[in-house]
């Protein structure tokens, strides 16, 4: 198998972090200008119809930069699934506003206790659904969240008297929504493969803003890159980096659940750890606000909570 990028794929990377590393912009609303919200939208409604690996790739240039921006939450947990399950009436009302207006979709999946659970708690019936969602990236800014229940994904509008969100807990008492048929495993699946993507570009941009100051950076007159212990911590960040890209570049190619589960357990063993690896090479600096590594730790301590942490994805690994 040829996991190197494709032509597309390498001008969606190069396009991506030419949009991200401007200065001045709003990166949201660029990468809408840009078109690259529009990857997978159906060419019908004016979008490239591509698909998830693609949109890995913009998950990563996202992450290689730390930009905060609701990539993750709109396209892999809002146009996949909807792109690939949603109605065509479904499509044409909720797709144009992402590559018309930039707006934010998400969804709703863990629970207290559960993260990303198989069997969801929350439910659906004739009075609507009623339940508890946690950790829902960008819920206050969500135009639609696709909410996972017992009998399905649903389509929620947030406006609605019966949906309440604060601090990314979203709680729905009698809300009412549209289905998704045959939406719940794929949705799980697109938010795992997305985070892993975000996870891969996180770990390798801060893994390049490491190596950038340990090379310049001297002591005694010397570059810390020179030195026994600094060289060897490197490289156990690069391990881990080559490692999550692998695993994550796999599991968005197949969507796998075994290749998933491996993935989404080296994201929560290893890359919190390793930037925090980057964070001590750095020394004080790692800790300036002006400085970009603390966006890399945030973002990784997210992405580690997203998936439910390295005891949950072990237990995941366990059951495949």
Known sequence: MDFELDETQRDVAALAAEVLGREGDEPWKALGEAGLLALAVPRRLGGDGLGLPETAVLLTEAGRRAVDVPALATLALGVLPIVRHGTREQQDEVLPLVTEQHAVLTAALSEPSHPLPVRPGTTAGPD???????????AAEAVRILV?????????????PGVSTEDGTVRFEGAQ????DGAADDLRRFALAGACAQADGVLAGALDLTVRHVGTRHQFGKPLATFQVAAALVADVYIAARTLHLAAVTACWNLDDDDLATAAYWLAAEALPAVHTCHHLHGGLGLDITYPMHRYYGMAKELTRFVGGVEHRLGAIDVH
């Open 128 to 138: 609507g659904i009623t339940g508890v969602k946690i950790n829902v990236p960008y």
């Open 177 to 180: 929504g549209e289905r998704l």
């Open 148 to 160: 996972s229940t017992d009998v399905g994904v649903y389509l929620v509008d947030p406006a609605q």
